[in-house]
């Protein structure tokens, strides 16, 4: 919207229009008088499957976090793993492993994949408390 817009006036960089931000997505340059854009690291993390290993691991700072799902399931670390997405994620999606987690949804034991989910569903039943459950559902 515009300053003329009822919505309210545009919320912008006042250097940065967009005319500038396209020439240096483009180009990768920018004249010497513009300012360079700020810069955010985001962090996307993704079918974590209960690996608390992996999720430690990250040591590279950021400014936004964002999970993707499938917190749980696989894995045998649920609670650490869950800890640290609600630490650190700004937003989350839940993924259909998080989904089932949370609904206690029965997994038909027809292959590896889906054994191994419901081997590791029972032990998640036995550490997870009220409140991993709350926030995977």
Not at 11 to 40: D, F, K, Q
Not at 101 to 118: D, E, F, N
């Amino acid at each position: 919207p515009g300053s003329g817009d009822p919505r309210g006036p545009t919320r912008r960089h006042p250097r940065w229009s967009p005319l500038h931000v396209g020439w240096y997505a483009a180009t990768g340059t920018r004249s010497s008088s513009t300012p360079e854009p700020p810069r955010v690291k985001i962090l996307l993390v993704a079918d974590i499957h209960a690996n608390w290993f992996a999720l430690s691991a990250i040591r590279e700072r950021f400014d936004v976090c964002l999970c993707l799902g499938d917190i749980v399931e696989y894995g045998t670390d649920p609670v650490p793993c869950i800890d640290w997405v609600r630490r650190h994620a700004h937003a989350a999606v839940r993924g259909n492993h998080d989904h089932a987690t949370a609904q206690r949804v029965p997994t038909p034991l027809t292959s590896g994949c889906r054994r191994l989910a419901a081997a590791t569903r029972a032990h998640h039943a036995r550490v997870l408390q009220p409140t991993h459950y709350k926030f995977l559902a």
